[in-house]
C-alpha cells in the first residue's frame, strides 16, 4: 500500500478550502472512509465510479479496497491533489473533470459500475433520481449498468428513502427508490466528521437494483405518486379522480379510495400501475 501523507496535508499544500459553492465539506477520518469503502462489499478488481472527489479521501479508501475508480471532480483546484493519487494508484485511478449531472455515466464507465460518492446534497438527489430512472430516464434500461448506488446524503432525505408507509417520511421519494430497487441505510455520519460540519446530519444510503416488476410502465407510475402524494392529506379517491381509469383500478384492486396515500405500500402503488399501464 503506497505510502501517503495525511489529508490535511493534501489540503494544505494545494490551499484547498472548502468552497460553499460547491457544496465542499470533507471527510479526513481514514476509518470512517474505509468504513464507506465497505458498504459496497467486496470492491477487490471492481470498476467503481465516484462523483466528487475532492481532494481524495474516499477515493483513497476505494482504492486501498482493490476497486478501479472513475473520479469525476468539477472543482479543477483538486486536480493536482488528485494527480497524486493517480502515481500512487499507477492505472487504477482515471479522473475525469467536469460536471457529473452532464456526463453520460454509462459511455464513460463502458462496463457494470458501483457508484460511491459524497455529493453536495442537491446533485446527490438530483442524481439519484436520475440513477433510478425519473421522468426522463429511459424507462426500459432496466436493470440499470451501475449494479450499486452507495451515496451520503443529508439524514432527512435518507430516511424518506428508505421510509416505510405510514411514516411522515413516506413519499415520492421512497416509492420511486423501493419500486425495483432494494434500499437500506447503511451507517449514520455525525456532522462532526465534515471540514466544515454542515448544519444538519449525513447518512449512507445503500441501493441495489432489483427484479423490475413486470408490466408496469415507469412513467405512470410517476405520475400516480406524483397525483397521490401531490395531496398526500387527502383520500385517494379526490387526489386519482384526474387519472383516468385509476379510481376504477382501486376498485378492481380492492383498495379501498377512501385511504390516503401514505398508507398504501410500494407494491399497492405498483399494482395500480400495472393496471393503468
Ligand atoms: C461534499 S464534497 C466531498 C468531497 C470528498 N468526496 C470527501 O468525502 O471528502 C463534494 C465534492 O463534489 C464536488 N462536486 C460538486 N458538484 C459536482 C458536480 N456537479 N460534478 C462533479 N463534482 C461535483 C465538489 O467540488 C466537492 O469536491
Same mark, same amino acid.
Given at each position: 500500500?503506497?505510502?501517503?501523507?495525511?489529508l490535511?496535508?493534501?489540503?494544505?499544500?494545494?490551499?484547498?478550502? /472548502?468552497?460553499?459553492?460547491?457544496?465542499?465539506?470533507?471527510?479526513?477520518?481514514? #476509518?470512517?472512509?474505509?468504513?464507506?469503502?465497505?458498504?459496497?462489499?467486496?470492491?477487490?478488481?471492481?470498476?467503481?465510479?465516484?462523483?466528487?472527489?475532492?481532494?481524495?479521501?474516499?477515493?483513497?479508501?476505494?482504492?486501498k479496497?482493490g476497486?478501479?475508480?472513475?473520479?469525476?471532480?468539477?472543482?479543477?483546484?483538486c486536480?493536482?491533489?488528485?494527480?497524486?493519487?493517480?502515481?500512487?494508484?499507477?492505472?487504477?485511478?482515471?479522473?475525469?473533470?467536469?460536471?457529473a449531472?452532464?456526463?453520460?455515466?454509462?459511455?464513460?464507465?463502458?462496463?457494470?459500475?458501483?457508484?460511491?460518492?459524497?455529493?453536495?446534497?442537491n446533485?446527490?438527489t438530483?442524481?439519484?433520481?436520475?440513477?433510478?430512472?425519473g421522468?426522463?430516464?429511459?424507462?426500459?434500461?432496466?436493470?440499470?449498468?451501475w449494479?450499486?448506488l452507495?451515496?451520503?446524503? *443529508? #439524514?432527512?432525505?435518507?430516511?424518506?428513502?428508505?421510509? *416505510? $408507509?405510514?411514516?411522515?417520511?413516506?413519499?415520492?421519494?421512497?416509492?420511486?427508490? #423501493?419500486?425495483?430497487s432494494?434500499?437500506?441505510?447503511?451507517?449514520?455520519?455525525?456532522?462532526?466528521?465534515?471540514? $466544515?460540519?454542515?448544519?444538519?446530519?449525513?447518512?449512507?444510503?445503500?441501493?441495489?437494483p432489483?427484479?423490475m416488476?413486470?408490466?408496469?410502465?415507469?412513467?405512470?407510475?410517476e405520475?400516480?405518486?406524483?397525483?397521490?402524494f401531490?395531496?398526500?392529506?387527502?383520500?385517494?379517491?379526490?387526489?386519482l379522480?384526474?387519472?383516468?381509469?385509476?379510481l376504477? /383500478?382501486?376498485?378492481?384492486?380492492?383498495?379501498?379510495? *377512501?385511504?390516503?396515500?401514505?398508507?398504501?405500500?410500494? *407494491?399497492?402503488?405498483?399494482a395500480?400501475?400495472?393496471?393503468?399501464?
Open positions: 500500500m503506497p505510502d501517503l501523507p495525511p490535511r496535508e493534501v489540503i494544505a499544500k494545494h490551499g484547498l478550502s /472548502a468552497s460553499k459553492a460547491l457544496g465542499q465539506n470533507f471527510l479526513f477520518d481514514a #476509518q470512517l472512509l474505509d468504513r464507506i469503502a465497505a458498504v459496497p462489499g467486496d470492491l477487490h478488481d471492481k470498476a467503481v465510479l465516484e462523483i466528487g472527489p475532492g481532494p481524495g479521501g474516499l477515493t483513497r479508501a476505494l482504492l479496497a476497486a478501479r475508480v472513475t473520479a469525476i471532480e468539477m472543482d479543477r483546484r486536480l493536482p491533489a488528485l494527480a497524486e493519487l493517480e502515481a500512487a494508484f499507477p492505472g487504477r485511478l482515471r479522473v475525469i473533470e467536469g460536471d449531472m452532464k456526463l453520460d455515466h454509462d459511455a464513460t464507465m463502458g462496463e457494470p459500475y458501483a457508484v460511491v460518492a459524497n455529493l453536495p446534497y446533485v446527490g438530483a442524481l439519484f433520481v436520475r440513477w433510478l430512472g421522468p426522463k430516464a429511459n424507462e426500459n434500461a432496466w436493470p440499470p449498468q449494479t450499486s452507495t451515496l451520503m446524503f *443529508q #439524514q432527512e432525505v435518507a430516511q424518506r428513502i428508505v421510509a *416505510q $408507509p405510514g411514516t411522515g417520511a413516506y413519499g415520492r421519494l421512497a416509492v420511486l427508490a #423501493q419500486w425495483r432494494t434500499a437500506r441505510l447503511a451507517m449514520k455520519v455525525h456532522r462532526s466528521a465534515f471540514t $466544515p460540519p454542515p448544519k444538519v446530519m449525513s447518512a449512507i444510503v445503500h441501493l441495489e432489483a427484479a416488476p413486470e408490466g408496469v410502465s415507469a412513467p405512470t407510475l405520475r400516480i405518486t406524483e397525483a397521490a401531490g395531496q398526500r392529506r387527502k383520500m385517494l379517491r379526490q387526489s379522480k384526474g387519472m383516468p381509469g385509476a376504477a /383500478a382501486l376498485e378492481r384492486l380492492g383498495i379501498d379510495p *377512501q385511504r390516503r396515500a401514505e398508507t398504501l405500500s410500494v *407494491q399497492e402503488f405498483v395500480i400501475a400495472r393496471e393503468l399501464s
